[in-house]
């Protein structure tokens, strides 16, 4: 069955301190992975995709299919920055699934 | 452009009182339509899809149903709510292929 976890429930950073969020999916065709995100207040929201292969608010994610990862990292963390994100895969012709969400805190 | 509209924001309702959670979408047609539960630790359940008019597929057994009346139009009901349907539920939809795009979600407390 597919799958996808987010070992980590939260992460604080400091600000400027480089961050990543870690994700692995289980999934035996290719995947199709996203990561959303949801600031304080404000409804669920996409971030980046990876077929996009593009930044998105300084956060990068590189699918690496050896390791079935696709974590998401930013060099230098910003108090904005914090929020919940999720990482989510899609297999093909099916629904999204969503691994359980990582709380980002990054303290001034 | 496309909007998602989802309501009520917050409601409190009683043990064995009946739930109606309305969902809209404009500027698009024939979307697939979803709804989820988010809990804190367990990430976005997904409960109910719909991919037309009158077709709702469910994901979980449960104390929940669903039901699409109209194209853009998504409803969760529940005809005697529990306790443990305390939640937040968010609606969404998406085109075919692509992204999800999401309400701003209906905080449920069952007293």
């Known amino acids: 069955a597919q799958r996808v976890t987010q070992p980590e429930k939260l992460l604080s950073v400091f600000k400027g301190a480089p961050v990543e969020l870690k994700c692995n999916y289980s999934y035996s065709g290719s995947p199709e992975l996203f990561w959303y995100v949801q600031y304080s207040r404000q409804r669920l929201q996409l971030l980046l995709r990876h077929i996009s292969r593009e930044s998105i608010k300084g956060f990068t994610a590189d699918l690496n299919k050896g390791e079935t990862s696709f974590h998401l990292k930013k060099p230098f963390a910003q108090e904005e920055d914090s929020a919940m994100y999720y990482c989510?895969?899609?297999?093909?012709?099916?629904?999204?699934?969503f691994g359980p969400g990582t709380r980002l805190s990054v303290l001034p | 452009s496309q909007t998602i509209h989802q309501w009520p924001a917050t409601l409190v309702q009683p043990v064995g009182s009946p739930l109606s959670l309305e969902c809209t979408v404009e500027g698009t047609s024939n979307p697939n339509l979803y709804w989820y539960r988010q809990a804190a630790g367990r990430g976005l359940q997904l409960l109910f899809y719909?991919?037309?008019?009158?077709?709702i597929s469910s994901e979980v057994p449960q104390n929940l149903s669903a039901s699409r009346p109209q194209d853009r139009q998504f409803i969760l009901s529940s005809k005697k709510l529990l306790l443990s349907d305390s939640g937040f539920y968010l609606c969404?939809?998406?085109?075919?292929?692509?992204?999800?795009?999401f309400g701003e979600g209906s905080r449920l407390t069952v007293l």
């Open positions: 989510a895969l899609r297999p093909y012709g099916q629904n999204f699934v």
């Open positions: 969404a939809w998406s085109p075919n292929t692509g992204e999800l795009f």
């Open positions: 719909s991919v037309g008019i009158g077709q």
